[in-house]
C-alpha cells in the first residue's frame, strides 16, 4: 500500500467517551475499515458498535483507538 488516509473522532463529556469513529482509507478514497458507534445497524448485537469493511457491517467487541490502530498495523505490518 502506498499511502492512505485515517479519519479520526472523538467526542466526550467529561471523563466519557460518547461518540467516536474511526476511519481508513486508500489513496483513492475507497474505505478499507471504518469502526463507529452511530446508532444504527440494530441489527449487530455489539449496537451502537460496529465496523465497516470490505465484506459489509460487522460487530465491533473492542470499542478502542487503540485496537482500532492496532488492527490497522497487523494489516499493514504482517
Do not use: Q
Amino acid at each position: 500500500m502506498t499511502s492512505s488516509v485515517f479519519y479520526i473522532r472523538e467526542i466526550w463529556k467529561g471523563k466519557t467517551l460518547v461518540a467516536y469513529s474511526y476511519y481508513w482509507f486508500d489513496a483513492t478514497g475507497k474505505l478499507l475499515e471504518g469502526w463507529d458507534n452511530a446508532p444504527h445497524h440494530k441489527e449487530i448485537d455489539t449496537f451502537p458498535h460496529h465496523k465497516h469493511t470490505a465484506e459489509g457491517v460487522e460487530r465491533l467487541e473492542d470499542p478502542d483507538i487503540h485496537a482500532f490502530l492496532k488492527n490497522i498495523r497487523k494489516i499493514i505490518l504482517p
